[in-house]
């Protein structure tokens, strides 16, 4: 499948925080009454965009806070995404994955990744211990990489972590191109790319 081209816009825009969503505690009163709303109408992502793109005509009242939102990351996530495609033109991204399912339907292994600018990313990959050894992982791998080939990707990409599966990797054809210690002694985050085509 090849990638959707868009239409150039131009230089890349500035992206710019222009709201914060889902402010939960007390705590964060102050800076409510400064963003210019009560919270329910600062968390509202109908009612303000978090995230957009053009210039600021005034200097705001911004402030930093410790978030871990999912609802904000995924907004950003769209942001850089929109961004993405206006820099290079492409409009590629499509979500990938392969599940192993019992007779009843349910689900009890799986890998999930996307395919984006010709790679395929690899994000999550579980089987249950009582299911490894048995090809279900191997069957599951190759389901992902062919329907990665049908897609256009010429490599595949994963990290993961020594104590995780690094060895099924490179039994399936996997090169290792880069690992950081991490400060658990002796284990570390490992990187690995194939040639899908």
């Not at 509202?44 to 904000?72: C, H, K, W, Y």
């Not at 290792?176 to 002796?186: K, L, Q, S, T």
């Amino acid at each position: 499948m090849r990638p959707t081209v868009a239409k150039k816009r131009g230089p890349a825009q500035t992206l710019l925080v222009q709201g914060i969503a889902h402010l939960q505690s007390a705590e964060h009163e102050d800076f409510r009454s400064h963003a210019g709303g009560t919270s329910a109408e600062v968390g509202s992502s109908q009612s303000m965009p978090l995230f957009g793109t053009g210039e600021m005509n005034e200097t705001p009242n911004l402030r930093i806070l410790p978030s871990a939102d999912d609802a904000v990351k995924a907004e950003a996530a769209a942001a850089l995404y929109r961004y993405n495609v206006a820099a290079t033109g492409v409009d590629d991204r499509l979500p990938i994955g392969a599940v192993l399912y019992d007779g009843s339907g349910r689900a009890l292994a799986g890998l999930w990744g996307r395919a984006e600018f010709g790679l395929l990313f690899l994000d999550m990959f579980f089987v249950p211990a009582h299911l490894r050894g048995r090809s279900y992982g191997a069957r599951l791998l190759a389901t992902v990489e062919e329907g990665a080939r049908r897609r256009g990707c010429r490599g595949a990409v994963v990290e993961t972590s020594s104590f995780q599966a690094p060895g099924f990797y490179i039994r399936h054809g996997y090169n290792e191109f880069g690992r950081i210690p991490f400060a658990v002694d002796g284990q570390a985050r490992i990187f690995f790319r194939k040639q899908l085509a």
